[in-house]
């Protein structure tokens, strides 16, 4: 017999199966498994509502970096709408919550970085940036200049002008991409070695990558090309870590040819990679900086976009409205949460955390990860990793797609208590920064299970 738990957990399902359309889901799918109901969280495990707890080793979608429960963020949410819930800043208005986190991010942020551009999310924060760094050549009677070099298999967003930024192909279906972007080979080390059925140097796939770029911008004419945007480490298209030659030879292009640099710090923003920003971690001085996810761990949508002296400077010269905003672009509980939500990270030190103990213990426990037969590689950095699921290390050989291989592992380790994520066959992790050694036992524990268990389907 169902227990009383199980009755309500079936509910939720049935309701949820009948009226909610699922992002980047498969809508049959959903209908006929049923979704998994979270219904409460505190720190780093999930509950659902069958009563069962699960390790997220997702932070959600890579953002609740200060861990789930955090009674005085709610308490400070709470406040400020009491106080103020809504007021908008098209109106020549502002708010103190706006106010204050503007000047805690320019604090915060690589030196040259001092004025943001607020949003709700990433996706709003890339299409502002395409705006911005067109805007920034055509008052300067350059409007011609306005062409977008990315990557492949970039992740920017799934707004028209995010996904258009962004480099897969299945984000480019339903005819939706804007003129002017332009994609280039990413920094993917095993990518490479797959393709060739061989080891090559990192240091080559470094230099194949950003002599793409030098391509591209010579093809184009550099009269052309506005920016060049990229993730310091790519998240969702798989965690993918740069070589060290990278980005101080992508630094060196973007500035002798004068076109600006957009690092998206939605992922590696706010302590990720055991710094505030991917761009302190790889000396970046970026012109513009898209944020988004952990800057409120996720408590309230919010992002921005960051945006360089060089580029405030030319924009106040020129003057002129920008004709972009949002509603709820600095929202004053967003913002107040955000505020606090930094606070919260800097009384703990948390970043410091991360980078002296959780991360090198996360990155060592992991490591081991590759020995099992399965993985290809097991990569990480800062509070993020990645294993390369494969049917042949030596030889640097994938499962065939249809075969599932990751979806496989996926559900395993949710059967053993473990949100992992699987892109492809690239299993990815990304945990709150707040976890615990113990917890990160946990963590590999389970995942070296749900390897096991992957290993035995597929034997059967
Ligand atoms: C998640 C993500 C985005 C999009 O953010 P949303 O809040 O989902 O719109 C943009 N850039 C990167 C690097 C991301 O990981």
Sequence with gaps: MATAQQSASNDWQAINGQHHLHPFTDIKDIKEKGALIIE??????????DGDEILDAMAGLW????GYGNPELAQVAQQQMNQLPYYNAFFKTAHPPVAKLSSMLAQLAPKNLNHTFFTSSGSEANDTVIKLARRYWAVQGKPQKNVIISRTNAYHGSTIGAGS???????????????DVEHIKQPYWFEACCELGKGITVEEVGKQATQALVERIELLGVDRVAAFIAEPIQGAGGVI?????YWPEIKRICEHYGILLIADEVICGFGRTGQ?????YYNLEPDFMPIAKGLSSGYLPIG???????????????GGEFNHGYTYSGHPVCAAVAVANIELMQRTNIVETVNDKTAPYLQKAWAKLAEHPLVGEARGLGMLGALELVQDKAAFKRFDSDQGVGMICRDHCINEKLMMRAVGDIM???????????????????AHKALDLTQKTLAT
């Design 276 to 280: 505030w920003f991917g761009s302190d």
């Design 165 to 179: 930024l962004g480099g897969m192909a299945p984000m480019h279906e339903h005819g939706t991409v804007i003129p």
């Design 63 to 66: 953002c609740v970096n200060m």
């Design 40 to 49: 409460s969280a505190k720190g780093v495990y999930l509950t659902d509502s």
């Design 428 to 446: 990815i992790i990304s945990p709150p920064l707040v976890m615990q050694e113990s917890d990160i036992d946990t963590l590999v524990e389970r």
């Design 241 to 245: 870590i740069p070589p060290d030659n």
């Design 304 to 318: 921005g976009v960051m945006v360089s002296d060089r580029v405030t400077e030319v924009l106040l010269e020129k």
